[in-house]
């Protein structure tokens, strides 16, 4: 197909006008939609490459017709170009670029960064002081290393709040897992020692640890101090047991092996993941291609927005080649601050792990593209049950939660045809209505989130499912025509007799009334949606209802203002923390005298309050 430049915008001339220097650049749309980020090494070049003329493929060509205008960034290096493409990538997410999509946190091994380190599983942000180090494939792999370090080197599990709490060893010190730094049965300096020797082992250095033990070993026998020579012994023997049995090629792999597979517009991208030998497992993951069908193309897009936000191993073993290697090999290896290599066509045991996670890749991705293949049946029948003219591509359900009025949530959980879309759920916190009032938190739910998407211009769905009746469809019916929002079909979903899953009545806004049964597909979509919520909802409320009740308690003692219980709930950990300390315990938390912390203690165990005076 021959490129036409769009009418509107001279390519040709704004990159007349462009630099050698290397940079990012982007593409919009009329309406300043954002279609398209790229890197570039000289920028006149690339940019230029756009409208010479030359032939294109469809979507490039599509992408072309669209473009209004375009703006450049430019950079000192190719490198850092690379860097901004995918920072950019993600946090605008174009329409037509490759775009790595995952909604799950990521686990990793956290050792917490204190006097005396913990260590544990952590996902979610990386907000407590420490190092991690991961990511991990899967939980089950975190649990695995750590189930190691425990035995290896007996480093605390246990929260801070239980830690500052203990008067004697907890059942991991007795079955050989920790040392019980809690009571002082390890002397600072010698858990420091496994602390360091942990690090060590974590970050890939067990044969040098392996060393250090040996040459420690040796200087306790020399020092006739046998007791210690034979701890160093035992240890020196677990560390190379787990050595023999997982060594690769000869030596401890530090890797990760991806494979590519594709099927129309659909694509998955499996990583199988060697760390200090030890096989973390594997996991999937399914990019938003935006047209894109060269698996080269979605694999060296995967590698660089996925590596440049996570450590990269010392090795990456691809099943194929993919564009600009060489650029990202230089990237990642300025990112890490050591030498990161890509590499394909590998042979020996790598290639069988390469043929392994190729094969998984392919029936992982035929498996997702059934689920999704029974998704949008069951999406169509409801676009046929609610006589819709076009294709439902997004539906919306809100659920109301609560405990006889207290602390009411509620929640809006996203659909699209391919299934839930997790990172759009809101939640939101009911306030200012009559305690147990149903219609009434509905009303001011339904009215926050379409306000909004009304003054914004925001997003609205084809469907909007209600749990409850006529009354609550009612309130979404008077929201929806209060703002004027007319093309959104309405459906309330009713609980069927004795609550029975598959007997539930569907309300229509013109009082029609709908049973579909337990067998229609459009119904069992509805089911997963408003169970979806409702799950929501209920964590949403359980947390918002237990935060409430721990934030109380304190606030009825006199003296504890926000900053206060703040200090004495980030101290011990939370209400369960602070009601097993004793009095002197609390008194050392800053801003709590001894005369508060003896009101604080009689408050939250029942007793007699003491005076002003502390009688």
């Known amino acids: 197909m021959k490129a036409r430049p769009p009418a509107g915008f001279d390519g040709k001339a704004f990159a007349a006008q462009l630099s050698t220097a290397p940079g990012v650049y982007r593409m919009y749309a009329a309406d300043d939609t954002l279609l398209y980020v790229g890197k570039a090494g000289a920028l006149r ?8 003329g030359s032939p294109k493929n469809a979507r490039t060509m599509s992408m072309l017709s669209q473009v209004a205008r375009m703006d450049v960034t430019v950079t000192r ?14 946090s605008l997410t174009p329409r037509y670029n490759v775009s790595l999509r995952d909604d799950k946190s990521y686990p990793y091994v956290l050792l917490t960064r204190e006097e005396w380190p913990r260590i544990g599983l952590h996902r979610g942000p990386r907000a407590i002081p420490g190092r991690y180090f991961g990511p991990y494939a899967s939980v089950y792999a975190v649990r695995e290393t750590l189930n190691l370090m425990h035995k290896l080197f007996r480093l605390r599990s246990c929260e801070d709040s239980v830690f500052r709490n203990r008067s004697r060893p907890c059942l991991q010190y007795q079955i050989g897992r920790c040392s019980a ?54 240890l020196l023997a677990s560390l190379r047991s787990l050595q023999n049995r997982q060594f690769v090629e000869g030596r401890a792999a530090d890797l990760d092996v991806l494979a590519c597979a594709t099927q129309g517009a659909h694509a998955c991208v499996l990583l199988l993941a060697f760390r200090d030998g030890r096989n973390l497992g594997t996991r999937a993951f399914f990019p938003k291609t ?15 927005q996925y590596y440049i936000e996570h450590a990269p191993p010392r090795e990456i073993v691809l099943d194929r080649e993919i564009p600009e290697a060489e650029l990202l090999e230089h990237a990642l290896s300025a990112s890490a601050e050591r030498k990161v290599a890509l590499k394909w066509n590998v042979r020996g045991e790598r290639a069988g ?35 819709l003219a076009e294709p439902v591509k997004r539906v919306e359900c809100f659920d109301i939660s609560h405990t006889l009025g207290e602390a009411t949530v509620a929640s809006c959980v996203v659909f699209d045809a ?71 079909a309405l459906v309330g979903v009713a609980k069927g007799e004795e609550r029975r899953a598959g007997h539930e009545t569907l309300v229509l806004p013109d009082g029609r009334e709908l049973r579909p049964g337990a067998a229609s597909p459009a119904l069992q979509f509805i089911q997963q949606v408003r169970d979806e919520a ?71 165990h029942g007793l007699p309050l003491p005076d002003a005076n502390g009688e």
């Open 45 to 52: 070049k690339r940019v230029g490459s756009y409208f010479n």
């Open 77 to 90: 290096t190719e490198a850092e170009a690379l860097l901004l493409e995918n920072q950019l990538i993600k």
């Open 181 to 234: 730094p809690c009571v002082a049965l390890v002397p600072p300096e010698d858990y420091a020692e496994s602390v360091r020797r942990a690090t060590l082992f974590l970050e890939g250095k067990s044969d040098q640890l392996g060393e250090e033990l040996m040459g420690e070993m040796q200087a306790a026998s020399e020092q006739l101090q046998f007791e210690r020579a034979a701890r160093l012994r035992d």
């Open 290 to 304: 935006n047209g894109e069908d060269s698996p080269d193309e979605i694999l060296a897009a995967f590698v660089s």
């Open 353 to 387: 792990y390469v043929e392994l996670a190729a094969r998984n890749a392919q029936n992982t991705l035929a498996s997702e593209l059934t689920s999704q293949s029974a998704q949008h049946a069951r999406s169509e029948a409801l676009r046929e049950m609610l006589d």
């Open 418 to 488: 391919a299934g839930p879309v997790r990172g759009q759920y809101r939640r939101f916190n009911i306030s200012g209505i009559a305690p147990g009032d149903d219609y009434a938190a509905m009303r001011q739910a339904l009215e926050r989130r379409f306000r909004r998407a009304v003054e914004e211009g925001g997003v609205l769905p084809e469907v909007l499912l209600i749990d409850g009746g006529a009354g609550q469809l009612a309130q979404a019916q008077a929201v929806m025509a209060e703002l004027g929002i007319t093309n959104v």
């Open 534 to 604: 409702h799950r929501f909802a209920i964590t949403g409320h359980r947390g918002r209802r237990q935060k409430a009740r721990m934030t109380s308690k304190l606030e009825d003692i006199p003296g504890i203002g926000p900053r206060r219980r703040a200090n004495l709930l980030k101290h011990f950990g939370g209400l369960a923390g602070l009601k097993a300390a004793g009095e002197a315990e609390i008194a050392r938390v800053e801003g709590v005298n001894a005369a508060l912390a003896a009101r604080i203690y009689a408050n939250l």
